[in-house]
């Protein structure tokens, strides 16, 4: 074998960067368990599962309107909602946002009896009902169901026609008779 004269060079400087490159390696670092706000069952608050409503900027007697859900009509005592989301979904995010301790889970619909809604008025209570509509629709009611204050004690038949508001033979109190 004829070497050339730059060809011991190369296996030297080929030797030196082998064993230049030799080191003993250190282990790794160790890497800390994950605290229980970012353990996996933890929920994130900026993302949703699959199929998890989001909530919209309306709202219905303080409960959020889920986003894709519209309100066909509130009124003083009810409020109707539809939208193109699935009843189960909507069923979860009324229970995430509502103390209740009774749910019926029927095969036409959920019914969610004497519920808090959290964001809403403590004293109030209502029902709210899930149940599917037309095709991809699905419809939920919320029906305030708060018990009338009782009657004082002492009170007379005029007294409380004039709370209704009307006289006692039923017409309608004018405004100045309200004092």
């Known amino acids: 074998m004829i070497l050339r004269s730059s060809e011991p060079l190369t296996l030297a400087l080929s030797a030196l960067l082998v064993l230049g490159c030799r080191k003993e390696s250190t282990p790794p670092a160790p890497v800390a368990a994950p605290s229980a706000s970012t353990a996996p069952d933890a929920k994130l608050v900026d993302r949703l599962a699959p199929g998890e409503l989001e909530p919209s900027t309306s709202q219905v007697f303080g409960f959020e309107v ?85 009657n004082p004690p002492g009170m007379t038949q005029a007294d409380r026609w004039r709370q209704a508001g009307r006289k006692p033979d039923g017409t309608p109190l004018k405004m100045e008779e309200f004092k």
């Open 66 to 150: 889920p986003k894709n859900m519209d309100v066909q009509g509130a009124f003083l005592e009810v409020a109707y909602l539809v939208g193109p989301v699935t009843p189960e979904a909507l069923a979860n995010y009324v229970r995430d946002r509502v103390e209740v301790d009774r749910v019926e889970i029927g095969a036409a619909s959920t019914v969610f009896s004497r519920a808090h809604i959290k964001r809403g008025a403590p004293e109030k209570l209502y029902d709210l009902v899930v149940s599917p509509g037309a095709g991809p629709l699905t419809k939920l009611e919320i029906r305030d169901v708060t018990p009338l204050p009782a």
